[in-house]
């Protein structure tokens, strides 16, 4: 089984920077391909980030791109998402996934959420 643990999540102004981490409770760490997600109330959950299981391929959506960087450190079990420029449209409880393939598309375990909150 394996369990995701979010941190790092909180109040910024807007244009200021989070980074938020996701430690990983798992055997083989870099066998799964990690992401994030976020979802707002009333809203589906959206794909922001996802990397592949060495690094070597990180994918963004577009709301996200050149402001959010993923990364992870596979001795240390964890992925990173570093936010800088942030808006206060990305408010939203942030989620972290692992996916047994190359990259996340659909993830086979869900981390329970932290809470980003932008203020404007």
């Known amino acids: 089984q394996v369990q995701l643990v979010e941190s790092g999540g909180g109040l910024v102004q807007a244009g200021g920077s989070l980074r938020l981490s996701c430690a990983a409770s798992?055997?083989?760490?870099?066998?799964?391909?990690m992401g994030w997600f976020r979802q707002t109330p009333g809203k589906e959950r959206e794909f922001v980030a996802t990397?592949?299981?060495?690094?070597?391929?990180?994918y963004y959506a577009d709301s996200v791109k050149g402001r959010f960087t993923i990364s992870r450190d596979n001795a240390k079990n964890t992925v990173y998402l570093q936010m800088n420029s942030l808006k206060p449209e990305d408010t939203a409880v942030y989620y972290c996934a692992a996916e047994l393939r190359h990259i996340v598309a659909a993830p086979d375990y869900w981390g329970q959420g932290t809470q980003v909150t932008v203020s404007s």
């Open positions: 990397i592949s299981r060495s690094g070597g391929s990180t």
């Open positions: 798992v055997g083989t760490f870099s066998s799964y391909a």
